[in-house]
């Protein structure tokens, strides 16, 4: 068994929420929130590396990649930024940089 370091590229959004910083993760499915965008930052950072983590942990990470077409990248992807109007009441995406995963080939 060979271990290959790669990345992966997520989305996150953040908007308002009843006075709230609601951060989603559009890839994993994971939601977090924050009484303001750095918490909410946080929050979400903490959760997709549990989740990721549990993933790898528990052998489901390659099958949830592949259920989830989340490609897994030899090299590390160039973050992009997609600026949201503030009439919609959402943040701008942004990239977060975390561990690479490891894949079992």
Excluded: W
């Amino acid at each position: 068994m060979r271990i290959i370091a790669g990345y992966v590229k997520l989305t996150f959004l953040f908007r308002q929420e009843q006075g709230r910083v609601v951060g989603v993760c559009e890839e994993l499915g994971t939601s977090a929130y924050g009484d303001n965008l750095k918490d909410a930052i946080k929050a979400i950072k903490d959760l997709v590396v549990l989740h990721l983590n549990a993933l790898e942990s528990t052998g489901q990470r390659a099958k949830f990649f592949r259920e989830h077409n989340i490609p897994l990248h030899r090299t590390k992807p160039k973050p992009k930024r997609i600026p949201i109007p503030p009439s919609s009441k959402k943040y701008d995406t942004f990239s977060v940089d975390i561990q690479p995963v490891h894949a079992n080939v």
